[in-house]
């Protein structure tokens, strides 16, 4: 019963296409997030998003655009793929409202763009 | 600017050794500070999370502690085993943030376990 989980897990495209990972989480969680982990692994948030509001990191390009088709599911799209994309993406989730909420995370997803 | 920093950026140690790790962050208001596993291609799995209020917290062989005057924390690790190979992250919330929007993620330290 894997709590978040992300497909694919790892992706190998070339430049210029456009791609899309899908996460989903069974925690019955009302936030979920995706970071982006790059070579020196740093993990960085891309997005927040619950069925309030969405919340961007400003320094995310506007190629990446998170899809939310219910609670449960945060897909990430991403066009024009360019090399410095390669990196690890990783979906989360958790329950905002909570004190100290913890959020969990999916296995990753392994980008590679050639 | 808010950040945090984490020493050593990499260590190995023998099984069986302890070690332990640190971080220091400049992140203000402090709300909480969290200690993050990830193993090799999987994600961060939370260890410990502490308040401004608590000073130290056990989890297993894992113990975390938290001197919030001097902004730095530490997490130590008892009888070190094969399986405690993996890149440890130290990870402050912003106060009043209630969720992980406003986290401040560290480096990490890669700690290599070796029989």
């Known amino acids: 019963d894997t709590a978040v989980s992300q497909t694919p897990k790892y992706l190998v495209t070339q430049m210029g296409n456009d791609k899309s990972i899908k996460c989903e989480q069974n925690?019955?969680?009302?936030?979920m997030y995706w970071y982006k982990q790059d070579s020196k692994k740093f993990l960085k948030i891309m997005f927040s998003?619950?069925?309030?509001?969405?919340?961007i990191n400003e320094t995310v390009p506007n190629r990446f655009s998170p899809k939310s088709p219910d609670k449960a599911h945060l897909n990430l799209h991403i066009n024009s793929l360019e090399l410095g994309d390669s990196a690890v993406y990783f979906c989360?989730?958790?329950?905002?409202?909570?004190?100290?909420?913890?959020?969990?995370f999916g296995q990753g997803t392994r980008l590679t763009v050639v | 600017k808010n950040q945090v920093e984490q020493s050593p950026q990499s260590l190995i140690i023998l099984e069986g050794k302890n070690c332990t790790l640190q971080?220091?962050?400049?992140?203000?208001?402090?709300?909480?500070l969290r200690w993050y596993k990830q193993d090799t291609g999987r994600g961060p799995v939370s260890l410990t999370i502490?308040?401004?209020s608590e000073n130290t917290k056990s989890n297993g062989r894992y113990t975390a502690t938290l001197d919030a005057d001097t902004k730095q924390s530490s997490l130590h690790i008892t009888a070190s085993q094969l399986s405690d190979s993996a890149s440890y992250i130290c990870?402050?919330?912003?106060?009043?943030?209630?969720?992980?929007?406003?986290?401040?993620w560290g480096l990490g330290t890669s700690l290599a376990v070796n029989p």
């Open positions: 989360a989730s958790s329950q905002e409202g909570r004190l100290n909420t913890e959020a969990f």
């Open positions: 925690l019955g969680h009302d936030t």
């Open positions: 998003y619950n069925n309030k509001e969405l919340i």
């Open positions: 971080c220091n962050y400049t992140v203000s208001p402090f709300s909480n």
């Open positions: 502490m308040t401004f």
């Open positions: 990870v402050v919330s912003e106060s009043n943030a209630g969720n992980n929007r406003k986290l401040i």
